[in-house]
């Protein structure tokens, strides 16, 4: 990825006292008060403390109103004189291996800045680049997304555990001999669908549901189901086939056959969920208290009835054309998780209805953010073997 790059150079180049440096400056969007620096010398963000309008007027803010946050970006200036005489480790470059994000280093950046606070930001204008000054806008307050962090006060300091987390993710990739784990890559393209989906949950709530479940779908490429039987799948087919063939074997032989990979996603889906979903997904303060039940998930069986929904809605949505049932807007008055409703000539079944999509949002960052933690450990472990 762009950060991690970023760092190796910078690590690599910043004992040598003629290597030259470039500054790049940009300006992010949000909606949340950042507090502290977090400086990677490569990378460096802050809040941008400009007085905010009104404050002179002595005019009450909102909280939630669009905040700037300042990004400078220390790059290292290619010269090759200079790298003729100084001695730099090479690092091998594997031209199999390919990653590629639109807007590079500053737009990762602020999608892994969504990811990590759940607070929507967007890259706004870049203001330097190569110490030429410029102004060259991106986007405006509109395009900030409103989310459930929108006016918290969030440490920066507290983002640097997660950013170590990828080098964990890149060692997971080689942890086990002879094989290569894509795991940076896959991430980051669930990182860019979670982040997309902030951007779309107040415009076309249908689209931020299925990018967020894009965002899952991303990872599981080679995440399997143990012990997943032609019955979960299909009941009549199995009871029919076991009607002619009498012989286990035989039996299990064209299961293996009909139960091909693109047949176990939906299983696959479920399961992936519901096993990264941990006790601190259950605790978390921010989670919607007892009077919002109406939007609270009762317990883990209860996320698995819906998780069913969804990528039933999902695949009707994408495959046959079908609306996806209502969860944006429409669902903000105080109905029950899934009760039936009508919206013009549509009638909405109870077994139909999902989840508002701010409630599936919750259980992709977890889903996401524990994904995350579990492949770096396991990164970190298979170094401390060797």
């Known amino acids: 990825m762009y950060l991690l790059n970023a760092i190796d150079h910078y690590k690599r180049y910043k004992r040598y006292k003629r290597i030259r440096y470039y500054e790049?400056?940009?300006?992010?969007?949000?909606?949340?008060?950042?507090?502290?620096?977090?400086?990677?010398?490569?990378?460096?963000?802050?809040?941008?403390?400009?007085?905010?309008?009104?404050?002179?007027?002595?005019?009450?803010?909102?909280?939630?109103?669009?905040?700037?946050?300042?990004?400078?970006?220390?790059?290292?200036?290619?010269?090759?004189?200079?790298?003729?005489n100084i001695e730099i480790e090479k690092v091998p470059n594997n031209k199999s291996e390919q990653y590629y994000i639109p807007g590079g280093l500053p737009n990762e950046i602020a999608i892994l800045m969504t990811l990590f606070t759940r607070a929507h930001f967007v890259l706004s204008r870049r203001l330097i680049i190569t110490d030429i000054p410029l102004l060259v806008r991106y986007a405006s307050e509109e395009d900030v997304g409103r989310g459930d962090m929108d006016g918290k006060e969030l440490r920066l300091k507290d983002i640097e555990t997660h950013l170590k987390r990828f080098e964990g993710l890149r060692l997971r990739e080689r942890s086990?001999?002879?094989?290569?784990?894509?795991?940076?890559?896959?991430?980051?393209?669930?990182?860019?669908?979670?982040?997309?989906?902030?951007?779309?949950?107040?415009?076309?709530?249908?689209?931020?549901?299925?990018?967020?479940?894009?965002?899952?779908?991303?990872l599981i490429?080679?995440?399997?189901?143990?012990?997943?039987?032609l019955g979960d799948w299909n009941d009549k087919a199995a009871k029919l086939i076991k009607s002619y063939v009498c012989d286990r074997k035989k039996y299990k032989e064209i299961e293996q056959?009909?139960?091909?990979?693109?047949?176990?996603?939906?299983?696959?889906?479920?399961?992936?969920i519901v096993e990264h979903i941990t006790n601190k997904f259950w605790s978390d303060p921010?989670?919607?208290?007892?009077?919002?039940?109406?939007?609270?998930?009762?317990?883990l069986k209860d996320?698995?009835?819906?998780?069913?929904?969804?990528?039933?809605?999902?695949?009707?949505?994408?495959?046959?054309?079908?609306?996806?049932?209502?969860?944006?807007?429409?669902?903000?008055?105080e109905r029950p998780i899934g009760s039936a409703m009508q919206i013009g000539s549509k009638e909405w079944k109870e077994k139909e209805l999902v989840p508002p999509v701010r409630a599936f949002e919750r259980i992709v960052h977890h889903v996401l953010m524990e994904y995350l933690r579990r492949e770096s450990k396991k990164g970190f472990d298979s170094l401390k073997k060797k």
């Not at 921010?286 to 317990?299: A, C, E, I």
Request: aromatic fraction near 12%; include cysteine.
């Open 24 to 84: 790049s400056i940009y300006e992010l969007l949000c909606r949340v008060h950042l507090t502290g620096i977090l400086d990677l010398g490569c990378v460096y963000l802050r809040f941008w403390e400009l007085p905010p309008f009104g404050s002179e007027l002595h005019i009450p803010l909102d909280p939630r109103k669009v905040r700037a946050v300042y990004l400078k970006m220390r790059l290292v200036e290619r010269d090759e004189d200079v790298e003729k």
């Open 176 to 218: 086990e001999k002879g094989r290569i784990l894509r795991r940076l890559e896959p991430f980051m393209l669930a990182a860019r669908f979670y982040h997309l989906a902030f951007s779309l949950i107040n415009r076309d709530a249908t689209l931020a549901y299925i990018s967020l479940i894009c965002a899952i779908e991303a």
């Open 221 to 229: 490429h080679d995440y399997d189901v143990k012990n997943f039987r």
């Open 257 to 272: 056959v009909i139960i091909t990979k693109p047949i176990r996603i939906k299983q696959r889906f479920k399961k992936f």
């Open 286 to 299: 921010t989670r919607p208290g007892k009077k919002n039940s109406w939007v609270r998930f009762k317990d």
């Open 303 to 333: 996320i698995e009835e819906y998780l069913d929904r969804i990528y039933e809605a999902r695949s009707n949505a994408l495959h046959e054309g079908r609306p996806f049932p209502p969860s944006g807007k429409e669902l903000n008055a």
